[in-house]
C-alpha cells in the first residue's frame, strides 16, 4: 500500500535561518507531488506542484521554492525564513490524471 | 478562474441535529467537487467525492449546477464529526487536472 512521509513534525527555526523539509512516498511511482501551506482561517493554499523528476510549478511567488530530486521524493527550502512562512505545511501525492490526493502528517514550522 | 468558497468559519450544533455545511464554486467547465475532512491530530483525508454518489459516515453532498453549490448535510450529527472540513474544487482537463482547489474549511463542533 502506498504511505507518504513528512519530517520533520515540528521546526522551530529564527528568522532569517534556511529551511529543508522532506516527504516521501512509498508504494507507488510516478506519482503527482504537492506542497501546500494551511493557515488558520485561510485554509490550505497550493505553494507548489510536480508531476515528474525536475519539473516544479509555483502557485504564488513567495520566499519558498521546491526541487524533487528523485521520483518520490518532494522538498521545500527557503534560503532566508521570514515570520510569515509559519505555519502548517502538507504534503500531498496522487496518482497522475487522478484528482484524488492523499496527504502527509504535515510539519509544523515555527519562525520567531 | 476557479474558487471555492466555505461561508461559514464555524459550526456549531447540538448532537443528533442536522448538519449542513455550505460550499460554493465557480468554475468555467465540468468540475469534480470533493469533500475532505480533518480529525484532531488526525490527517487529511477524503470524506466523499460528487462522482461517487455515496454516503459516507451518514454525510451526503450533491452536486447542484444551477446554483453552483456541493453543500455537505447529515440528518442527525454525531460527535465524532467534530472536525475540519474542506470543500475542494478540480478540474477534469488541462491544466487543472489533478491539481486541487480548497475553500478556506468549516470547523464543524457537535456539542453533547
Known amino acids: 500500500s502506498q504511505t507518504i512521509h513528512q519530517w520533520p513534525a515540528t521546526l522551530v527555526q529564527p528568522v532569517g535561518s534556511p529551511l529543508s523539509l522532506e516527504c516521501t512516498v512509498e508504494g507507488t511511482s510516478n506519482p503527482n507531488l504537492y506542497w501546500y501551506r494551511q493557515a488558520a482561517g485561510r485554509g490550505l493554499q497550493l505553494l507548489f506542484y510536480?508531476?515528474?523528476?525536475?519539473?516544479i510549478s509555483s502557485e504564488v511567488p513567495q520566499n519558498l521554492s521546491a526541487s524533487r530530486p528523485q521520483d518520490r521524493q518532494f522538498i521545500l527550502s527557503s534560503k532566508k525564513l521570514l515570520l510569515s512562512d509559519s505555519g502548517f505545511y502538507l504534503c500531498?501525492?496522487?496518482?497522475?490524471?487522478?484528482?484524488?490526493?492523499?496527504f502527509g502528517p504535515g510539519t509544523r514550522l515555527t519562525v520567531l | 478562474a476557479q474558487r471555492v468558497t466555505q461561508p461559514e468559519k464555524l459550526l456549531s450544533v447540538f448532537k443528533g441535529a442536522p448538519v449542513e455545511l455550505k460550499c460554493n464554486y465557480s468554475?468555467?467547465?465540468?468540475?469534480?467537487l470533493f469533500w475532505y475532512v480533518q480529525y484532531s491530530r488526525q490527517r487529511l483525508q477524503l470524506l466523499l467525492r460528487h462522482i461517487s454518489r455515496e454516503s459516507i459516515k451518514g454525510f451526503t453532498a450533491d452536486l447542484n449546477k444551477g446554483e453552483t453549490s456541493f453543500h455537505l448535510k447529515k440528518p442527525f450529527a454525531q460527535e465524532e464529526d467534530s472536525a475540519m472540513y474542506y470543500c475542494a474544487l478540480s478540474g477534469r482537463r488541462g491544466s487543472t487536472l489533478g491539481r486541487l482547489y480548497f475553500g478556506r474549511g468549516t470547523q464543524l463542533t457537535v456539542w453533547p
Open positions: 510536480s508531476v515528474g523528476i525536475g519539473q
Open positions: 468554475y468555467s467547465g465540468s468540475p469534480e
Open positions: 500531498a501525492w496522487s496518482a497522475a490524471l487522478v484528482n484524488e490526493q492523499f
